[in-house]
């Protein structure tokens, strides 16, 4: 099983920006899509970002596609989520997360895996 650690949230300015981490163990890090969830309080989790194996293919939620970028470096098992022009509404818990196959960006057969998550605070 793979364990995902999440790191980099924080309180932040509406405007502002973050960049969460995602270190993942294991050897098999490179062979699945990665992505990135988030659960506001009192709201169900919803996606936000999804990334293929290779890194060339990603995929993003409306509310924060042209503002959020995933990427990630595999010799490091890490994905990333660079967030910027944040506002209050992208206050939440982000969550990292393990696809189930190499391409599902969208994650739409699902999740294997998940962090523990990391808070994101942004006030207006």
């Known amino acids: 099983q793979v364990q995902l650690v999440e790191s980099g949230g924080g309180l932040v300015q509406a405007g502002g920006s973050l960049r969460l981490s995602c270190a993942a163990s294991?050897?098999?890090?490179?062979?699945?899509?990665m992505g990135w969830f988030r659960q506001a309080p009192g709201k169900e989790r919803e996606f936000v970002a999804g990334?293929?194996?290779?890194?060339?293919?990603?995929y993003y939620a409306d509310s924060v596609n042209g503002r959020f970028t995933i990427s990630r470096v595999n010799a490091k098992n890490t994905v990333y989520l660079q967030m910027n022009s944040l506002n209050p509404e992208d206050t939440a818990v982000y969550y990292c997360?393990?696809?189930?196959?190499?391409?599902?960006?969208?994650?739409?057969?699902?999740?294997?895996?998940w962090g523990q998550g990391t808070q994101v605070t942004v006030s207006s």
């Open positions: 997360a393990k696809s189930l196959n190499y391409k599902d960006v969208n994650f739409s057969a699902g999740v294997d895996s």
């Open positions: 990334i293929s194996w290779s890194g060339t293919s990603t």
């Open positions: 294991g050897r098999t890090f490179s062979t699945y899509a």
